[in-house]
């Protein structure tokens, strides 16, 4: 890595080294995060996700909600006690923990045992507490920390969080003729980008074995997708590849669903036209923000058959790209949506950037109401 892109990454990056705005971030992540499965809701009704993929895409929205929760506890006393740690966000293009953040959580993780037997118990650090506050008049800040660390490792002991990497899983869906139909799903904190991204492939399998107990193909299939879980990578690039490696998995659809940016005026350095609309909304704390989700969507168009070798042939999924925008984005469509609070809204709609003109609105209204806009 060059002098130049470290520099710009650590341009990027910020520490939230003080406590009420490490407070305010998650609070603001907090509140954001409840609106997550209520958008997958709305496009079920929508008709643009199966019942099936609302509950695989719920369980990685509730794990990124789990995990700020896990991370909430790790920096509750940032700027409150000695030695507690800091988190760094990813202040440009992303608003969202740098990956870095959950490849140290996941070696937590794998150490939670240990740390919890030789930490106190909640309830003796609760009585030393108020023991202090009490006998000794005194801010008990130290068991705050110590407290908070071990809410965190006990997040972590619990699981169902989102980590750096989460392996490739197989729904069983049906039989689709002769072969099996599979949703594949997997997802990943892309560092480069530093947003969580869910990936969903609708997989045909005519190999002689069920895919997910077969030793051959499975471990394989996993460690490649994972190693291709790179948002600079086109969707047909990824899919292509598949079909190419695995001769019996036919990757029928293949949908990026990257969660993110978030932007705030109190957080991140945003540009473009959503820069203005939140700094002429002026919004109060807490509806300061516009989330953006992106789903990039590529469909198998139909089955060619190739030469493969000099007796044999396969077939060859041959994909639909869209015509206008698709040899460029790889995809058979691309859609972005972004969820905003009333007041940024209502700037957006005045200002009518042609920027976000074509882009869906969900908006948050009275009541935390989420409000799906055209």
């Given at each position: 890595m060059g002098d130049?892109?470290?520099?710009?990454?650590?341009?990027?990056?910020?520490?939230?080294?003080?406590?009420?705005?490490?407070?305010?971030?998650?609070?603001?992540?907090?509140?954001?995060?409840?609106?997550?499965?209520?958008?997958?809701?709305?496009?079920?009704?929508?008709?643009?996700?199966?019942?099936?993929?609302?509950?695989?895409?719920?369980?990685?929205?509730?794990?990124?909600?789990?995990?700020f929760r896990a991370l909430n506890h790790k920096y509750l006393m940032t700027g409150k006690a000695e030695a507690a740690p800091r988190l760094t966000i990813d202040r440009h293009e992303s608003g969202f923990p740098v990956a870095q953040e959950l490849m140290v959580m996941a070696l937590d993780a794998s150490q939670a045992d240990k740390h919890l037997a030789g930490m106190a118990s909640e309830a003796e650090l609760k009585d030393r507490m108020v023991r202090t506050i009490v006998g000794e008049?005194?801010?008990?800040?130290?068991?705050?920390?110590?407290?908070?660390?071990?809410?965190?490792?006990?997040?972590?002991?619990?699981?169902?969080?989102?980590?750096?990497?989460?392996?490739?899983?197989?729904?069983?869906?049906?039989?689709?003729?002769?072969?099996?139909?599979?949703?594949?799903?997997?997802?990943?904190?892309?560092?480069?980008?530093?947003?969580?991204?869910?990936?969903?492939?609708?997989?045909?399998?005519?190999?002689?074995?069920?895919?997910?107990?077969?030793?051959?193909?499975?471990?394989?299939?996993?460690?490649?997708?994972?190693?291709?879980?790179?948002?600079?990578?086109?969707?047909?690039?990824?899919?292509?590849?598949?079909?190419?490696?695995?001769?019996?998995?036919?990757?029928?659809?293949?949908?990026?669903?990257?969660?993110?940016?978030?932007?705030?005026?109190?957080?991140?350095l945003q540009s473009g036209p959503i820069s203005k609309v939140l700094e002429d909304a002026k919004a109060p704390e807490g509806q300061d923000w516009a989330l953006v989700w992106t789903v990039e969507d590529l469909v198998s168009d139909r089955e060619e058959a190739v030469k493969d070798g000099w007796f044999s042939s396969r077939v060859k999924q041959i994909y639909k790209l869209d015509p206008v925008a698709g040899a460029d984005s790889g995809t058979t469509s691309l859609e972005r949506m972004i969820v905003l609070p009333e007041r940024p809204y209502q700037v957006l709609v005045e200002q009518n950037p042609a920027g976000l003109r074509r882009i869906r609105k969900f908006v948050v209204g009275a009541g935390g109401r989420l409000i799906p806009g055209v």
């Open positions: 130049e892109v470290k520099e710009a990454l650590v341009r990027d990056h910020a520490e939230l080294y003080d406590p009420g705005i490490a407070a305010r971030y998650f609070a603001k992540f907090g509140r954001i995060g409840g609106y997550f499965p209520r958008i997958a809701a709305e496009l079920e009704t929508e008709g643009r996700l199966s019942r099936t993929e609302t509950k695989v895409l719920g369980a990685y929205l509730g794990g990124i909600i789990a995990t008049l005194k801010i008990p800040a130290g068991l705050q920390y110590a407290l908070s660390q071990r809410l965190y490792f006990e997040a972590l002991k619990a699981g169902g969080l989102f980590w750096a990497r989460n392996d490739a899983d197989a729904q069983w869906i049906g039989k689709a003729g002769e072969r099996r139909h599979y949703l594949v799903h997997w997802a990943v904190w892309d560092g480069q980008v530093n947003l969580p991204v869910v990936y969903l492939m609708d997989l045909e399998d005519s190999g002689s074995k069920p895919l997910p107990n077969d030793d051959y193909r499975w471990p394989p299939l996993q460690q490649k997708v994972l190693a291709q879980s790179v948002g600079g990578l086109k969707l047909l690039t990824i899919a292509t590849g598949f079909d190419a490696d695995f001769e019996d998995l036919h990757p029928k659809r293949l949908r990026r669903i990257t969660l993110g940016p978030m932007y705030s005026a109190s957080f991140t």
